[in-house]
């Protein structure tokens, strides 16, 4: 049987997104899975970037389209938060996949979230959430993490991640990395993940 492909599609301004990305990627090739990371395209112009002091993360990364969405079997999302949901970039890619949910394209196919904030109540679930309508509306079928890992109820240090899949805290200022109990909550997101892909893709 062929490997699922799986497209990690990512928006990640200072890179969190982007860490727990590979983490993601691990727990998904570890379930038998074929993963590609696709970077979604900025809209921001260079000018404001520089001044929100963004290094350029992911350069080497393809760039996502709608038409390279056609190709996956499934799909894990990488969401900055941005007021508590998706950032504008995400949104600007998914605003351009009115054929694929015309022609039903990504019908059936699973689909996931994964996610950062600034803070810790920032929106580690309404980013989340918010963003199943996104995929309900091309009846993507969402896969959430669930307490699929007994990490998730690790309270000895704060952690982003919540039932509906892996997150990290990137702190106010963006100083704060992901831990490792967050990309070991994203590999296991990922693992879950590509189990259940590679059953639908039966
Ligand atoms: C315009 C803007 C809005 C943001 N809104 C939120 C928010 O609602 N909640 C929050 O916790 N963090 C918020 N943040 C912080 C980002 O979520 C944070 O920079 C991001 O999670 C870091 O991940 P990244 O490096 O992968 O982009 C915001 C940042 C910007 C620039």
């Known amino acids: 049987m ?3 492909k799986i497209a990690i599609v990512y928006y990640s301004m200072y890179g969190h997104v982007r860490t727990l990305a590979l983490a993601e990627k691990e727990g998904l090739e570890a379930a038998g899975c074929e993963v590609t990371l696709l970077k979604v395209p900025e809209t921001l112009s260079d000018e404001v970037l520089g001044k929100m002091g963004a290094p350029g993360v992911g350069q080497a990364d393809e760039e996502a389209s709608a038409a390279k969405l056609a ?6 999302f990488g969401l900055s938060a941005r007021f508590g949901m998706a950032s504008a970039q995400v949104k600007a890619l ?3 996949t009115g054929g694929l ?3 039903g394209a990504l019908v059936g196919k699973p689909a996931g979230v994964f996610f950062s904030t600034g803070t810790q109540n ?4 309404t980013t989340a959430l918010t963003f199943v309508t996104q995929l309900a509306h091309h009846g993507m079928v969402f896969v959430p ?8 109820f690790d309270l000895s240090a704060p952690h982003g991640g919540s039932p509906y899949g892996a997150g990290t805290l990137a ?6 990395q992901p831990s490792a109990l967050e990309k070991d909550i994203a590999e296991a997101h990922g693992k879950h993940f590509g189990t259940i892909a590679a059953k639908l893709a039966k």
């Open 122 to 125: 920032g929106g580690q679930e």
């Open 2 to 4: 062929p490997k699922p």
């Open 71 to 76: 190709d996956y079997d499934g799909f894990l």
């Open 145 to 152: 993490l669930g307490y699929s890992t007994p990490k998730l």
């Open 101 to 103: 949910w015309q022609s």
């Open 171 to 176: 702190g106010p200022d963006g100083s704060r």
């Open 94 to 96: 998914l605003d351009s």
